[in-house]
């Protein structure tokens, strides 16, 4: 069973980045599919981007597209999100997820294990 924990959130103006951490403890970190998911306050959990064990093959909403990239880097046992451009739409609570299949998904039930979350605030 594998633990996560997000960091690098924060308070960051339109047009800014971020960089989102998600640590991973407890597993054999290179055999999961890792993912970002976000949810806004009102609105349902969203996928946000995933990436597949060795870093080849990444997928990404079309919301983020262009703007955020998902990389990993299995020594560290991490997990990163670079954000790009950010926009007042993409404050959000941001959550890693892993899933010990095969196939990359935007699916959240395809996920068994999440972190807390860090939130990411874009100000104008």
């Known amino acids: 069973q594998v633990q996560l924990v997000e960091s690098g959130g924060g308070l960051v103006q339109a047009g800014g980045s971020l960089r989102l951490s998600c640590a991973a403890s407890g597993g054999t970190f290179s055999s999961y599919i890792m993912a970002w998911f976000r949810q806004a306050p009102g609105k349902e959990r969203e996928f946000v981007a995933t990436?597949?064990?060795?870093?080849?093959?990444?997928y990404y909403a079309d919301s983020v597209k262009g703007r955020f990239t998902i990389s990993r880097d299995n020594a560290k046992n991490t997990v990163y999100l670079q954000m790009n451009s950010l926009k007042l739409e993409d404050t959000a609570a941001y959550y890693c997820?892993?899933?010990?299949?095969?196939?990359?998904?935007?699916?959240?039930?395809?996920?068994?294990?999440w972190g807390q979350g860090t939130q990411v605030t874009v100000s104008s």
């Open positions: 990436i597949a064990w060795r870093g080849g093959s990444t």
């Open positions: 997820a892993a899933d010990s299949g095969m196939v990359l998904s935007r699916n959240e039930n395809r996920y068994a294990y």
